[in-house]
């Protein structure tokens, strides 16, 4: 049937090169998943072509795809420290209306913090297996979450990384229930990310003409959770791809990189390469903010594609209270409405909201959902 992948407890995953009838996805997705190894597993077992549960169906072709040259767009890179308050303020909202992206330097993180972050993750991921598989779980609510695919079992294509998460507000976790291995960092970090958080909301606020603290207010900032991807060298990068097209459902996501690359936005229908700047912090705007917005500030497709170059290591601050979320309702905030700007969007709550996109799946749009139709959005 296939070429074993040895060393993953007898693990047998069917190549492309080998596929035929008798592969059945359902079996070698759980066998996978039985593991416990992640994709770091196939990597330490030496495989040379990718298992077809990892397999990127022909429409999501890279090469089909128009890829710009980076030295054609620039997502902005924003110095917090660079001028006035104002100007910094006027290039944000310009970011986060043209390119729904934008990287910060001098934003008060040391490197040396980034640097001991990015290696915590690198730590955790490559202990020994036997060590990470206590912390391997598809249970959402417990306090840190280890596994490969959060969305193993319901998404078309498996993706080439694994993944450890973890909620810090509005309850943080008790830092014994974290991995020794990565423990300090993350408590340390997730403190630092949450002030970066909160600023940018405030420059958001004052871009849309608010008072500073509106966005910090309304409980923008009230939720913080992590994701802290490891994507292995793949062997067929032309086959796989690390995140599929998608749109996050947040607020907003603060995220770390490495020199790595491979994170791509989609603009004017190119998709743009987001270069790593050394330093930096990469800012997107979330769906949840497109829609307070009211359209003003966009929420881009954005994916990570797979690399023979390895591994490449990221962490997501994602801003929103998805762990416990209140009866809180969002909606389009009531000062930028007006006769010629009504509501687009319908109220929400972030619990319906993410009971939305779980249903619709990684890679759709569960802003639609609540879009109005133009004769709701004229009453």
């Known amino acids: 049937m296939a070429v074993a992948a040895s060393g993953i407890n007898g693990l047998i995953l069917t190549p492309l090169s080998k596929a035929d009838e008798n592969y059945h996805r359902p079996t070698e997705l759980k066998a996978f998943d039985d593991t416990k190894a992640g994709v770091k597993g196939l990597i330490d077992a030496g495989i040379?072509?990718?298992?077809?549960?990892f397999y990127r169906p022909p429409e999501h072709d890279h090469d089909s795809d128009n890829v710009s040259g980076e030295s054609q767009i620039r997502i902005p890179v924003i110095d917090l420290e660079g001028g006035e308050?104002?100007?910094?303020?006027?290039?944000?909202?310009?970011?986060?209306?043209?390119?729904?992206?934008?990287?910060?330097?001098?934003?008060?993180?040391?490197?040396?913090?980034?640097?001991?972050?990015?290696?915590?993750?690198?730590?955790f991921h490559e202990q020994d297996t036997e060590v990470k598989k206590q912390y391997y779980t598809r249970d959402?609510?417990?306090?840190?979450?280890?596994?490969?695919?959060?969305?193993?079992?319901?998404?078309?294509?498996a993706n080439w990384r694994d993944t450890f998460s973890s909620v810090f507000a509005?309850?943080?976790?008790?830092?014994?229930?974290?991995?020794?291995?990565?423990?300090?960092?993350?408590?340390?970090?997730?403190?630092?990310?949450?002030?970066?958080?909160?600023?940018?909301?405030?420059?958001l606020s004052e871009g849309l003409g608010l008072s500073p603290n509106y966005l910090n207010n309304i409980g923008c900032s009230e939720g913080l959770a992590f994701v802290y991807h490891y994507y292995p060298s793949c062997p067929q990068p032309e086959f796989a791809i690390g995140i599929p097209e998608h749109s996050d459902?947040?607020?907003?996501?603060?995220?770390?990189?490495?020199?790595?690359?491979?994170?791509?936005?989609?603009?004017?229908?190119?998709?743009?390469?987001?270069?790593?700047?050394?330093?930096?912090?990469?800012?997107?705007?979330?769906?949840?903010?497109?829609?307070?917005?009211?359209?003003?500030?966009?929420?881009?497709?954005?994916?990570?594609?797979?690399?023979?170059?390895?591994?490449?290591?990221?962490?997501?601050?994602?801003?929103?209270?998805?762990a416990s979320p209140s009866s809180k309702v969002y909606g389009p905030i009531k000062e930028l409405l007006s006769e010629q700007n009504p509501a687009m969007y319908t109220q929400t709550t972030i619990r319906d909201f993410n009971i939305q996109f779980r249903s619709d799946g990684l890679g759709t749009s569960t802003l639609e959902h609540f879009k109005l139709t133009r004769a709701e959005a004229d009453l």
Not at 48 to 53: G, K, L, V
Not at 96 to 117: K, R, T, W
Request: charged fraction near 25%; include cysteine; aromatic fraction near 8%.
């Open 48 to 53: 040379s072509e990718i298992p077809r549960i």
């Open 85 to 123: 308050r104002k100007d910094i303020v006027d290039r944000i909202r310009e970011a986060s209306e043209e390119f729904g992206f934008f990287q910060v330097i001098n934003h008060g993180i040391p490197a040396s913090v980034l640097e001991e972050m990015r290696d915590g993750v690198r730590r």
């Open 140 to 157: 959402i609510t417990k306090p840190f979450v280890y596994n490969s695919n959060f969305d193993l079992y319901t998404t078309a294509t």
């Open 170 to 203: 509005p309850n943080p976790p008790n830092p014994q229930q974290l991995p020794q291995i990565c423990r300090d960092i993350m408590v340390d970090y997730s403190k630092r990310v949450m002030e970066i958080g909160k600023l940018v909301l405030e420059l």
């Open 249 to 322: 459902t947040d607020f907003i996501t603060v995220l770390l990189q490495d020199q790595i690359g491979g994170l791509q936005i989609r603009y004017r229908n190119e998709w743009v390469g987001v270069a790593p700047v050394d330093g930096a912090l990469v800012v997107n705007i979330g769906d949840l903010m497109q829609l307070i917005t009211n359209d003003r500030f966009k929420s881009v497709k954005h994916r990570v594609v797979a690399n023979e170059d390895g591994p490449r290591i990221s962490v997501a601050g994602i801003f929103s209270n998805v």
